[in-house]
């Protein structure tokens, strides 16, 4: 069973920075895609970010707008995502997920930004920014 834990939310001023990580207990899959979503009280869980396997493909919302990096340390097998000058809007529970069905070097936007696509998921960690 794979699990997905992540760490490192928390309360911060608006225009600070939080780092994000989701360690994985999963198998080595050269096609894995892992993921952040984000979801607001009231709101649809929304796509973040998202990278592959290898670190090669990165891939970004657009409410990121380059204020938000996804990488990948697989000797850890973990998933970081820095966060930069967050904003009251950024307040949601963040959640890593990982795609072990992915079989190619460089899957479709549309693909990685369906949570359909995603069997396993983290419990989410509280993001919380103040104004």
């Known amino acids: 069973q794979v699990q997905l834990v992540e760490s490192g939310g928390g309360l911060v001023q608006a225009g600070a920075s939080l780092r994000l990580s989701c360690a994985d207990s999963g198998w080595t899959s050269k096609g894995a895609v892992f993921a952040w979503y984000r979801q607001a009280p009231g709101q649809e869980r929304a796509f973040a970010a998202a990278?592959?396997?290898?670190?090669?493909?990165?891939y970004y919302a657009d409410f990121v707008k380059g204020r938000f990096t996804i990488s990948r340390d697989n000797a850890k097998r973990t998933v970081y995502l820095q966060m930069n000058d967050l904003q009251p809007e950024d307040t949601a529970v963040y959640y890593c997920?990982?795609?072990?069905?992915?079989?190619?070097?460089?899957?479709?936007?549309?693909?990685?930004?369906?949570?359909?696509?995603?069997?396993?998921w983290g419990q989410g960690t509280q993001v919380t920014v103040s104004s």
């Open positions: 997920a990982a795609d072990y069905r992915n079989t190619t070097d460089a899957p479709t936007h549309a693909r990685v930004r369906t949570p359909l696509v995603y069997d396993y």
């Open positions: 990278i592959t396997w290898s670190g090669d493909s990165t």
